[in-house]
């Protein structure tokens, strides 16, 4: 089964930046496709970036207002997201997942791997 690890999330002020990052275990990562999910308290979860196998393909969710970038490094078998101009409602636990397909997509349903998340805080 494929394993994903998040980490690099934190207490940040609002305006900061943050880059998570999930690791995922395994020899065929380059050709999942990727995405990072959020959940805050009392609230669902909602896409907010997608990237198809070979980064090809991004995909972003109008929440997040341009100020995210989703990218990959298929020689660490890692994901990245970049988080920039951060403010009090991206907080949030943030959850790294993988598709099998390689598709870009925002769907959760298309997702097969789920990591078990990292939470990011942004105090004002």
């Known amino acids: 089964q494929v394993r994903l690890v998040e980490s690099g999330g934190g207490l940040v002020q609002a305006g900061d930046s943050l880059r998570l990052s999930c690791a995922a275990s395994g020899r065929t990562f380059s050709i999942y496709g990727m995405g990072w999910f959020r959940q805050a308290p009392g609230k669902e979860r909602e896409s907010v970036a997608a990237i198809s196998s070979r980064g090809i393909y991004t995909l972003y969710a109008d929440s997040i207002k341009g100020r995210f970038t989703i990218s990959r490094d298929d020689a660490k078998n890692t994901v990245y997201l970049q988080m920039n101009s951060l403010q009090t409602e991206d907080t949030a636990v943030y959850y790294c997942?993988?598709?099998?397909?390689?598709?870009?997509?925002?769907?959760?349903?298309?997702?097969?791997?789920w990591g078990q998340g990292t939470q990011v805080t942004v105090s004002s």
């Open positions: 997942a993988g598709e099998r397909r390689g598709l870009a997509t925002m769907r959760a349903p298309d997702y097969d791997y």
